[in-house]
């Protein structure tokens, strides 16, 4: 029987994923495999956009394990058109070429805002070849906020400056997974010798490392052989690596050696800016008020975002209606509901009370001295970011004031969020506790 590699590739990820996703996402896909790479011919857009958003990484790791790395993988609309004789092994690729990088995640598309804008320069020095001031470059932050996009975006970087540079990008679960193939084979040399002769590491989540002794050993190895030799290294992790525990002290210390830059959950214009531009370059029609309403509820991660936007794309194109506010409620209508229990006023008013320690009567009372006034002005300018309360609703909802108290509030706290640096830390603190 004709065992192709992607018949190989599927047999491989059908242990990994479930079966329901490899018929409906895997199966009506058309590998072709020519010199340049992998094209992975889709049936449709819907199963393109879910091939490339989900499952990239899935065949990307299964061809890496099967020892055939394609220089780059495609995921096209089409199929029956290409000639499927060139569905051969490159089994010629160097396994130095291991470029697999995702040419979408570039700094040019990413957006920027408060929450992420340290960590942007950042990468974009750690991307100057020139610039061994921050190696190694640490990227922490919680889920969805942009890391690994951050971390390839210096890999693409560099290779667009020097094609011929060895890159490449690891997650710390399948650099365990490789070593523990070597130790089974007994290739522990080839896969060192690999790893070390490397122009960049870019090694993700790397509190997957944790308990894992042998391999932090080994990655401890690669890391000083790759510091030394002054070749660039960006890492990521879900949280301060101090805080990851079962990680050895030593790889921790190694880890702080350069810069550790944190991603933040982006505030919401920066979460439209990024729904707007993820819309554009998917080629949807997305009016802005659709993203603010959007981008109101799904606060906490990008990746959320993503999905929402993916999800009304499908629905748009299986009803055939134009993408409105209306719409959004009702095609995202679990969603967006799991995000809205999460924040309401009365939540808002518990959680600014006990921040600043005072009784919540006193934040919905009448006095007016500046310390129950100011948290009561934050409470409501949280109250009008967070939830989809009207300005009389909240005014109703702190006391029964006027809507036009709600409206002085959101502006003075505003105000003072761009000159008070205790003001703006007391906010984000407030709307992070609100909603992670
Ligand atoms: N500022 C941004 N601009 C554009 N896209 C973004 C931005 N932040 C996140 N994204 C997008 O959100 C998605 C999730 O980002 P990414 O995978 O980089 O997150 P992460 O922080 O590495 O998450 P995890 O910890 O789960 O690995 C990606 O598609 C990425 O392109």
């Known amino acids: 029987m004709a065992d192709t590699l992607w018949q190989r590739c599927l047999t491989h990820i059908e242990a990994r ?27 449709n857009e819907v199963v393109r956009d879910q091939v490339e958003r989900e499952l990239r990484t899935p065949i990307a790791n299964a061809l890496n394990d099967l020892g055939a790395v ?155 052989s790759l510091l030394e030799s002054n070749q660039r290294i960006v890492i990521t992790c879900d949280r301060f690596p101090k805080e990851v525990e079962g990680l050895e002290d030593r790889l921790k210390s190694r880890f702080s050696w350069g ?11 920066t979460r439209v800016a990024i729904m707007l531009s993820k819309a554009d370059y998917h080629g949807i029609t997305l009016p802005q008020e659709v993203a603010f309403f959007i981008a109101k509820r799904v606060r906490s991660n990008v990746r959320d975002l993503e999905g929402a936007l993916h999800r009304l794309k499908a629905s748009a194109q299986i009803t055939g209606t134009p993408i409105t506010v209306d719409f959004a409620k009702q095609a995202l209508h679990d969603m967006l509901a799991v995000y809205d229990r999460l924040v309401t006023l009365e939540n808002i008013q518990r959680t600014v009370a006990e921040y600043y320690k005072m009784r919540l009567a006193d934040l919905l009372g009448k006095k007016r001295t500046r310390s129950v006034a100011r948290p009561r002005q934050i409470a409501m300018a949280l109250a009008k970011e967070l939830t989809n309360h009207s300005l009389p609703e909240i005014g109703q909802g702190f006391g029964g004031r006027d809507h036009t108290t709600v409206l002085h509030a959101c502006r003075k706290v505003k105000e003072l969020r761009e000159t008070d640096a205790r003001m703006e830390e007391d906010y984000a603190n407030l709307s992070r506790i609100l909603t992670s």
Request: charged share 25%; glycine share 6%; hydrophobic share 40%.
């Open 70 to 224: 394609p220089k780059r993988i495609r995921v096209l609309v089409g199929g029956g058109q290409k000639p499927r004789a060139t569905e051969s092994e490159p089994a010629a690729a160097p396994p130095t070429s291991r470029h697999n990088l995702d040419s979408r995640y570039t700094f040019e598309s990413f957006v920027q805002g408060k929450s992420n804008q340290i960590a942007r320069a950042a990468a974009e020095q750690a991307a100057n070849p020139d610039n061994m001031a921050y190696n190694p470059l640490l990227i922490y932050g919680g889920v969805g906020l942009g890391k690994t996009h951050l971390m390839q975006s210096v890999g693409n970087r560099l290779l667009d400056t020097n094609p011929r540079a060895k890159v490449a990008y690891v997650r710390s679960e399948h650099f365990v997974n490789e070593m523990i193939t070597a130790i089974r084979h007994n290739r522990m040399d080839r896969f060192k010798a690999h790893y070390r002769s490397l122009d960049a590491l870019l090694i993700d989540d790397i509190q997957f490392f944790a308990n894992k002794d042998r391999s932090q050993e080994e990655f401890f190895h690669t890391f000083n």
């Open 259 to 269: 810069l550790s830059v944190a991603v933040e959950p982006p505030e919401l214009e």
């Open 17 to 43: 994923l479930p079966e329901k996703d490899i018929n409906l996402w895997l199966r009506p896909l058309e590998a072709d495999f020519t010199d340049e790479g992998l094209d992975l011919m889709a049936p």
